[in-house]
């Protein structure tokens, strides 16, 4: 009896474990996309709303999520915090935006960018492919003259 116990306490916890590790993930992935389902302490959302003026109606616009804190003065500047995400980001921390394009002029890091690194790295390799099917159909004439002098002379 104590084995069987034992081992489902062992299963219970195992299975905790496989979904605490499971609900990290998603939490973490929410944190990278900026899906939060969680609000900040000491917040409130606010409507966000647009007046047409032609009709008079309130157009729905999307929600804000904002909090306000009032420190003094002497707590404000013992624990200075950086204008925007500049350094030091923290109370509260303003993670980098997701969702956004990395504009580089490298074509490869730009098309990873656009349709991912593995399609990037095959549509490459269709283009060297290619590439090297036309470059071949072209120096064709010049491989044979290359090929026909090196066999008159031996």
């Known amino acids: ?5 034992r081992k489902a306490e062992q299963e219970k916890a195992e299975k905790e474990a496989a979904e605490a590790e499971a609900k990290g993930a998603v939490a973490a992935f ?3 996309t900026g899906l939060w389902d ?3 302490p000491d917040s409130m ?4 709303d647009r007046l047409d003026h ?4 309130r157009e729905p616009m999307g929600k804000l999520c904002f909090s306000i804190q ?3 003065k002497d707590k404000a500047e013992a624990m200075p915090v950086g204008g925007g995400r500049n ?4 109370d509260p921390y303003l993670p980098p935006p997701t969702g956004r394009l990395k504009w580089s002029w490298n074509p490869f890091v730009l098309g990873a960018e656009l349709c991912g690194p593995r399609l990037c790295a095959q549509i490459f390799c269709c283009f060297l492919s290619a590439a090297f099917i036309v470059l071949m159909i072209y120096c064709q004439p010049a491989l044979n003259i ?3 002098l090196t066999c008159a002379l031996v």
């Open 45 to 48: 959302w606010l409507a966000m």
């Open 54 to 57: 032609n009709t008079g109606v």
């Open 30 to 32: 929410k944190n990278m």
């Open 87 to 90: 350094n030091p980001n923290t």
């Open 70 to 72: 009032l420190w003094p």
């Open 146 to 148: 290359i090929i026909w």
């Open 1 to 5: 009896v104590d084995e069987a116990a």
């Open 38 to 40: 969680i609000d900040p």
